[in-house]
């Protein structure tokens, strides 16, 4: 099978992407969801109108004359509006938010009024007509279209949410990503391993990647290289997941059972191998619904590859909006000629005046981690880049 080239694994993963089904979720749940449909203003806000500062509700003629004392009718505070209504040498004490009452056309602050006694004030300076009113609908009227679908419910939108009486948001539902490790010689973090045994380690990169664009993560833990337990475990997970994610067992190794015991189990298999370093045994396919995105083992391939392939997928199923920070870089080592995959180089960058330089770790064996960790991107090398030289330019992906 001819590998496939990464620009049309973007396509043949990404290109019938919908979003999925909306749910409803209590607004205290919908912080950082995605907003499925348009919301629409269920009150005006504010409902009346309302004073926006702590003083006396007045009418401004009465306040031109300093010497003329305005006898206090009253109070309107939040919550509790005045019932009676101001005529002319009338003031109503007012708080801010409360209801205007009738009869008064501006509020007057309280640091601009000297208080005689109990029951009366002055206006110390004239106020202006409608001044420190906010009138009924100043924010948003009933019916109002407040947020569109796709809108990410950030603080803002949540509050905005609430203001206009929604006590739930219809959300677009997570992408549920099953992911199962595969291989006899794992054991997971804390275990004592056998000597031949080494510690499972790509559930948990790959997790975070697929939260981080979305996902609810449904671990799987580790299944020995049997073919009845994939199967039992796959058939639990296609059950519960949008995306199965299994790592290791996608190359052509005798105890690689992974693609075999999916298809056994009806996965239509898209595709299978690609031209790309880390990540050749990439293998992608459909289990109804589920889609199958079928990790290569090593460690880096499995990470690299969720990088690439799953946060977009993830991210488009569940309406987020996903780009690649892709930069150019000055290259600080020579990199050799490629081949036809395009590879993708573990390296830190270092902001310089002109422009930022990319230097790549000198050993690339797809199982180390230790190196992937310390890199913040990752060189791009297109099939069949002729060699550089240090100085020349790169482009590179950040991924941290
Ligand atoms: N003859 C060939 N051999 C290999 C090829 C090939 O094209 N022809 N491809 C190589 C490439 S590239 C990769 S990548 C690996 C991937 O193989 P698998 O997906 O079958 O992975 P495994 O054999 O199961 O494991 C590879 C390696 O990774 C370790 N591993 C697996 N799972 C985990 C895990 N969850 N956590 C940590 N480490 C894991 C495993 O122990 C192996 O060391 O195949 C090459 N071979
Ligand atoms: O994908 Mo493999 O990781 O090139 O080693």
């Known amino acids: 099978m001819a590998l496939l080239p990464v620009r049309d694994v973007f396509e043949r993963l990404l290109g019938d992407v919908e979003n999925l089904p909306a749910e409803d979720v209590p607004l205290v749940d919908a912080d950082n969801r995605v907003l499925a449909t348009a919301l629409e203003a269920r009150r005006t806000q504010p409902p009346f109108d309302a004073s926006a500062m702590d003083g006396y509700a007045v009418r401004a003629e009465d306040t031109s004359d300093a010497n003329n004392p305005l006898e206090i009718i009253g109070e309107s505070a939040a919550g509790h509006r005045f019932g009676g209504r101001i005529e002319a040498g009338q003031a109503v004490r007012i708080l801010t938010g ?64 609430a203001a206009a009486n929604h006590p739930s948001l219809p959300v677009i539902r997570k992408p549920r990503v099953a992911i199962i490790a595969t291989g006899d010689e794992l054991v997971l973090p804390g275990s004592v391993p056998g000597p031949d045994q080494i510690i499972a380690s790509n559930s948990y990169g790959v997790a975070a990647i697929a939260r981080a664009a979305g996902a609810a993560v449904l671990d799987f833990g580790v299944v020995y290289d049997d073919r009845a337990k994939i199967a039992a475990v796959v058939a639990e997970a296609r059950q519960k997941a949008d995306i199965i994610v299994t790592l290791g067992g996608a190359s052509v190794g005798d105890h690689d059972l992974v693609r075999s015991v999916l298809e056994a189990e009806g996965m239509r298999l898209d595709f299978w191998k690609i031209a790309m370093r880390p990540g050749k045994p990439l293998m992608f396919g459909r289990l109804d619904q589920t889609r199958v ?103 590179v992906m950040m991924i941290r």
């Not at 000297?114 to 202006?128: K, Q, S, Y």
């Not at 906010?134 to 509050?159: K, Q, T, V």
């Not at 573990?346 to 690339?364: G, H, I, K, N, Y």
């Open 98 to 161: 409360a209801p205007i009452p009738d009869g008064a056309d501006t509020v007057l602050i309280q640091e601009n009024t000297r208080r005689l006694g109990d029951r009366h004030i002055l206006a110390t300076e004239p106020a202006v007509r409608g001044r420190n009113i906010r009138h009924a609908g100043l924010d948003f009227a009933e019916g109002d279209i407040l947020l569109l679908g796709g809108r990410l419910l950030d603080a803002g939108a949540l509050s905005l949410a």
């Open 293 to 395: 995105l079928g990790l290569p083992g090593n460690p880096v391939a499995s990470l690299v590859c969720s990088h690439l392939f799953l946060a977009p997928l993830v991210a488009k199923l569940g309406g987020r909006p996903h780009s690649f920070d892709i930069r150019n870089a000055t290259l600080t080592a020579p990199l050799r000629e490629n081949d036809q995959r395009q590879d993708y180089i573990r390296a830190t960058s270092e902001q310089r005046p002109d422009r930022m330089a990319a230097t790549p770790f000198v050993l690339q064996d797809s199982s180390m981690l230790n190196t992937l960790a310390r890199a913040d991107c990752l060189i791009i090398r297109p099939p069949f880049a002729p060699a550089a030289e240090a100085g020349d330019l790169v482009q």
